[in-house]
């Protein structure tokens, strides 16, 4: 531990590089992780592309469960993970930070030049006229249809979804789009079956491509839409370094992981790499 520390602190304080979080890094701040130790994927599908378009009842079922979980998606803030790696940012290690999180947590906690690779949840799109709007304004046109809508939250998934009884789902009525008045809304995040915008993908390729190292934080790297720039640097002789709470599907790839708490270990990294720069706030916070 103490020399695969060494090792990331070293590749760190040699600056240029570029993070990719996963839902490790927001576990501290409230939200579950589908796929770590809680294995709450073992309880819970999550909601594909194909299902919420095409299936009405599936798409009522989401809208309800989302209605419940935003709140404490809205309501989280920013934990001392989150915190360092603004930190490290602020004193000119990290360059950019690509994120599979669609909580917005990177940027409250003062991070800049962020992707968010899967979307955010704060945003809602319609699927026919494409307007973009804010998730507070459909909260407040949802509460305003359902007025008396009161159910007990079981479970909090990322994507801001809970479990919820079937008879709760059936009292629930979602909205359609505000501006053109008949579009299916759509939280403008990537759901399981959907790519991810091409130009996106081509953003985080050119930042991977131009790190002198890629910082893995909080994933288990399951999926292929982050597991990829991980795959892109060790090609290209970029060295990996991940940072998670159990094994992950890039470790063959990298060149030191760190298995522990992130909220733990990045303080003391930003503190041994950067000092004080990386604990001092960061400008226009
Ligand atoms: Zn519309």
Redesign the pocket.
Known sequence: MTESFDALASLVAGGGVVVLSGAGLSTESGIPDYRGPSGVARRHTPMTFQAFTRDPLARRRYWARSHLGWRLIAGAAPNAGHRAVAGLQHAGLVDAVITQNVDGLHGAAGSTSVIELHGRLDEVT??????LTSREELDRRLREANPDFVAQVFAVNPDGDVDLPDEQVAAFRPV????????M?KPDVVFFGETVPPQRVASCFAAVEQARSLLVLGSSLTVMSGRRFVIRAAKRGIPVAIVNQGPTRGDGNATVCVDAPLGALLPELAARVAGDAATATPVGV
């Open positions: 319609c699927l026919d006229c494409g307007n359609d789009c505000g501006i053109c008045g008949t579009g809304l």
